[in-house]
Every structure is written in structure tokens, then in C-alpha cells.
């Protein structure tokens, strides 16, 4: 009877680790919906979306897998499904983010006419790159053996892992404490004017890569409409042409029909624009081309329209804030029902309520900071004593399966979150940052190859922050995740001690980050792609934003759309230096896109 009794409670306590994971994925689930229905361009392929959006599940699983793996390991309770979720999540992550991923980004970024090409264009490009990765590995492989010779055959696997979350964790250390600090920092953010000077900054960076774009699509549409006047209509690339013409026409906010129309000079092109319809490779090139200036135009109008949006509200919010009168912009006076007074309430709460909901945030999240950042700096004790507040809060909640699980979660998804912000603030990602409905194929795949990437690791360095990277107390357990990935101890010196030691310079690195020292220590050491993306300064782009505000309002009232001062033929003698060169005077603005 009493080994009925354990047999149903461990059933029991099954159910319910289970139907927690069932939740969570129930979650996870909705919110990948939201983010491709948000950012994908219409014309992504489905098979896109759900490559992406599998690469962004396993990414996000390790959220709900490692809340149920640390409680089967401390309630002694191992589970076989969890072994299988955590080997399917572990190599789904690394066949997407060195294999699948790569390949697939540059295959649907290539300009080719046909799959093969398509492929074979995949294949040079990546090959390139894995190719000098490889030689670096073999030599440092080579170092290894003659260093450490003991090293086996078998324990190639577990060196090849052990490389990858040393990559992993060191970059995912530097990525985590930039976001650790700047994402109270800018939640602490909430007083609308300082939040208009961050938009007016904004507005002017994304006016300037508005008209940047513009130039660029319209020299692109002229290209192609001089080569296809060259062209032959005999020529055997002809059929090539032809359809570069028609995605242009079809697909190309500036049309070439339109460029024909107003007149374009030949004189403008460099002889290399000229040369692309020499052969098939060149039309491949073209095609590439325009569609990367096409996506650059979208991304770079979505994202000034948004910021001029953002701009518009909290020029609203200031004013009635001034005048105590909270009534929505937009609302008809004194209309009724609910939908009136849910705008209403929502309005207050924008105007009064969410300046101090944010200042209380962040004052939260800084005490979360600071407990990542001392259960970060105290691994190097190895639990004795046991100085990591977020280990002895786990370890004090036994009692409650559900309340350890999410214990685990939220230190868990919130390294995560900071690890990811910090990766798409920083320039080098700009290409391929996700923008509102208008985001490449290849940049939600290369974001989705981003995120694989650190998955692993960030759990690997959750587990040392509250000490179960091992035997767990002393009493035999571990986590699955700990007995499928190895250890590290196979590589020379740095495996021994990179877990311990090498989150103490996160201490370093945030302070750094907190006294804004960061970007000029990276600007004089590296390129500046490397800096991180900073919109909290008052510069020349910011006295622009505020002039192109005040005029995107005054066009709206006109009747206007978003954008479309930016034809306006004085808009370079009102701010000046605006635009990246002086651009031709067209009889027709292409600013409204699809409109």
C-alpha cells in the first residue's frame, strides 16, 4: 500500500510538471504567432515562417525544459521524456544555427534564377566562412591534442559542444550584462518629454536612411531600366532581363514604367552599372540588388513612420498632462459606451498612470539585476557557502512544484531577454533587424539562427548561477541537461575554470556599461558596428527629428501621409545636410508605397 501511495503522488507530481511545460507551450506558441505576424513581410514563404518559427520554439523551450529539469533533479525523480526534449531541443538548435539556417538565409537572400544556382550560391558563401572556421578549428584541435594527451577519439563530441558553449557563454556574458543594465535603465525612462527627445533623435536618423534608401532604389530601378534598353531582344539573356524588369515593376515601390516616364540621364550611372546584363551572373547580382534596396526602402519607411507615430502620442500626452484634460486624441466628444470609456481609461493610464507603473519597474528589475549580477559573481564558491539568492530561494521551495518551476523560469527567461535585447542593439545586426511587416525571409532567419545559438549556453549559465551545473547537493543528482551536454574539463585550462572565473567580468562589464564607457572602449579597440545602438543623445539628428515632427503633424491635419514631406522640394534647405546626396527632382514622390 505505502508503494501505491509513492507511485500516485509521483504521478501526481508528474501531471503537473507536464501540464506546467503544457502551459508554457501553449504560451510560447501565441506569442511566435504574434512575433511573425508583427514583423514577416507579406511575402515571406510559408516555409520561412515555419522554419523560423521552429528555430524560435526550440530556442524558447529551454524556458520551460530547465524549470522541469532542475525539479525531477532535486526531487530525485528523473524522467525519461525530459532526456528526449532536451536532445531534440540541443541538436535542433546547433544543426539550425551552423547548418540549416546559414544556408537556407543566403539561399533565399540569393539573386539566382534557378534552386541549383540558388544552392550553389548558398554553398560558395557559406563554404567561405565555414571553411576559415574550419582550418581555425583544426589548428586549435591540433594544439589541443599535443597539449592535452589524453584526449581520446570519443571525446571529440564533447569537445566539439564544449567549444561551442565556450563561444556561446563568452559572447552571452558580454550581450547579458549590457542588457541588465540598460533595460532598467530605459524603463526608468518614462517622462514624455525625455521619451519625445529619444523620437525626435530617431526621427532624424530614420528621415536620413529614408531618403538613403530612396536613392538607392531609384539608381537600382534606373540600372535596370538602362540595361534592358541595351539589351537585345535576341540576346540569350534576354529571359533574364525580362524578369528582373517585371519584379521590378511588380514588387518595386519606384516603378520602372514611372522612371521611363519622367525621364531619366544615363550620364548619372557608373560604366560599372552598365555591365550587369554581361552574363548571367551579373543579372543574378542586379536581381540580388534590387531586392535588397527593396527591403531596405520598406524597413527604412516602417520604421520613421512608427518612430513619428510614437512622436505624435507623446507630443498628445505632454499637452494634456499640461492641461489636466485626459481625453483621447481621435475620440469624438462626449462619445459613450464602452468602448469610449475603455478608451478613456486607457488614455489616463498612458498620461498618468504608466510614468509611475514604469519608474516602479525599473526599480524592480535593478534589484533583479543586481541579484543576476552577484549569483553571476559569487559561481566561483561552488555553493559552499551557498551566496546566490536565486539558488537558495529554488532550493527553499520545494514544497511547491509549481512555485519552484517558476523560480527557475524567471531568473531564466529574464538573461534570456537581456542577452537578446543587447543582440539586436548592436550595429552590426542592423541589416537584419526585425522591422514591422516588412522583414526578410533572411533576416527572421538569421534572427532565428541568432537566438539558437546562445540557447544552450544561457542554460548552462543558469545552472552554475544556482549551482546545479554538477551533483547536486552532494546527494547523486543532476540535471539531464548536465549529463547530456558533458563538461568542459576536456578542454586545457580555460574548461577547468571559464565557468567559474569568467562571469566574474560581468561585474566589470556592467559598471562599465553603467558609467557609459563601453562604446568609447569598443570604439577605440574595434570597429564601430561593434558598439551597441544608443538613441539617448542630443545631436544634430535630434534638432532634425524635432523640426520633422512638427511638420509630420502639420501634414496629417493637412490630409497627408507619413513621409511624404520628405518629397518636398525646400526639405534640404529647411535641414540641411539631411539627405546622403542631393537627390533628382521627380514629378511624383515615391514615398507612398502600397498605398
Not at 552599372?273 to 524597413?299: M, P, Q, T, V, W
Not at 462626449?334 to 498620461?351: F, I, M, S, T
Request: aromatic share 10%; net charge positive; with cysteine.
Amino acid at each position: 500500500q505505502a508503494a501505491s501511495t509513492t507511485a500516485t503522488a509521483a504521478a501526481a507530481a508528474a501531471l503537473v510538471m507536464w501540464g506546467f511545460f503544457a502551459v508554457g507551450l501553449v504560451v510560447m506558441a501565441c506569442a511566435i504567432g504574434w512575433l511573425l505576424r508583427r514583423y514577416a513581410a507579406p511575402s515571406v514563404p510559408y516555409i520561412v515562417l515555419a522554419t523560423t518559427a521552429y528555430a524560435w520554439a526550440v530556442s524558447m523551450s529551454i524556458v520551460l525544459i530547465t524549470p522541469i529539469d532542475v525539479w525531477a533533479a532535486l526531487k530525485h525523480q528523473p524522467e525519461r521524456g525530459i532526456g528526449i526534449l532536451w536532445r531534440v531541443t540541443y541538436w535542433s538548435t546547433q544543426v539550425l544555427t551552423w547548418l540549416a539556417l546559414p544556408f537556407f538565409q543566403v539561399y533565399a537572400d540569393a539573386g539566382d534564377f534557378t534552386v541549383g544556382g540558388r544552392c550553389l550560391t548558398s554553398l560558395k558563401e557559406n563554404g567561405l566562412l565555414y571553411g576559415l572556421a574550419g582550418a581555425a578549428g583544426a589548428v586549435g584541435l591540433l594544439v589541443i591534442v599535443v597539449y592535452e594527451r589524453t584526449l581520446a577519439l570519443s571525446d571529440l563530441p564533447a569537445l566539439g559542444m564544449a567549444l561551442s558553449n565556450t563561444f556561446g557563454l563568452s559572447a552571452g556574458i558580454l550581450l547579458m550584462g549590457y542588457g541588465l543594465v540598460e533595460i532598467p535603465r530605459e524603463m526608468w525612462k518614462s517622462d514624455p518629454g525625455h521619451l519625445l527627445k529619444w523620437c525626435a533623435h530617431r526621427a532624424g536618423r530614420f528621415a536620413e536612411d529614408v531618403l538613403r534608401t530612396t536613392n538607392e532604389l531609384e539608381s537600382v530601378v534606373t540600372i535596370i531600366v538602362a540595361n534592358d534598353k541595351q539589351m537585345p531582344r535576341r540576346d540569350p539573356l534576354r529571359p533574364y532581363m525580362a524578369a528582373i524588369s517585371t519584379a521590378a515593376e511588380q514588387e518595386s515601390p519606384v516603378k520602372p514604367s514611372s522612371v521611363v516616364a519622367s525621364g531619366y540621364d544615363m550620364d548619372t550611372l557608373a560604366a560599372d552599372d552598365l555591365e550587369y546584363n554581361y552574363d548571367k551572373a551579373g543579372l543574378a547580382a542586379l536581381r540580388r540588388r534590387l531586392a535588397a534596396a527593396i527591403h531596405d526602402f520598406k524597413g527604412a519607411h516602417a520604421q520613421y513612420e512608427e518612430v513619428i507615430r510614437q512622436a505624435l502620442d507623446q507630443e498628445a500626452i505632454i499637452k494634456c498632462r499640461q492641461l489636466g484634460v485626459y481625453e483621447p486624441p481621435g475620440l469624438a466628444a462626449g462619445e459613450a459606451g464602452w468602448r469610449g470609456y475603455a478608451a478613456r481609461a486607457l488614455w489616463r493610464w498612458r498620461c498618468v498612470g504608466q510614468p509611475i507603473g514604469r519608474k516602479v519597474m525599473a526599480a524592480l528589475l535593478v534589484c533583479f539585476s543586481g541579484c543576476v549580477v552577484w549569483s553571476e559573481a559569487t559561481i566561483f564558491t561552488g555553493g559552499h557557502p551557498d551566496l546566490s539568492p536565486f539558488s537558495r530561494a529554488i532550493r527553499g521551495s520545494l514544497g511547491s512544484e509549481w512555485g519552484l518551476q517558476l523560480l527557475v523560469m524567471m531568473p531564466l527567461a529574464y538573461i534570456c531577454i537581456c542577452t537578446y535585447f543587447a543582440l539586436f542593439r548592436i550595429n552590426a545586426f542592423n541589416y537584419n533587424k526585425l522591422l514591422p511587416r516588412t522583414t526578410t525571409g533572411a533576416a527572421l532567419m538569421q534572427n532565428g539562427s541568432l537566438m539558437a545559438r546562445f540557447a544552450a549556453p544561457t542554460c548552462w549559465n543558469l545552472l552554475h548561477m544556482v549551482n546545479m551545473d554538477g551533483v547536486i547537493d552532494g546527494q547523486g543528482g543532476t540535471t539531464v541537461f548536465t549529463q547530456n551536454m558533458g563538461t568542459m574539463t576536456v578542454l586545457p585550462v580555460l574548461g577547468k575554470h571559464l565557468n567559474t572565473y569568467l562571469p566574474l567580468l560581468l561585474v566589470v562589464h556592467c559598471l562599465l556599461i553603467w558609467l557609459r564607457l563601453w562604446d568609447r572602449l569598443a570604439g577605440a579597440c574595434v570597429s564601430s558596428k561593434y558598439k551597441f545602438d544608443n538613441d539617448d543623445v542630443d545631436d544634430q539628428y535630434t534638432e532634425k527629428g524635432r523640426l520633422l515632427i512638427r511638420k509630420e503633424g502639420e501634414a496629417l491635419a493637412n490630409g497627408l501621409r507619413i513621409g511624404e514631406i520628405l518629397a518636398a522640394d525646400d526639405l534640404e534647405l529647411q535641414l540641411p545636410g539631411l539627405a546622403g546626396r542631393k537627390r533628382v527632382k521627380k514629378n511624383k514622390s515615391w514615398f507612398n508605397f502600397g498605398r
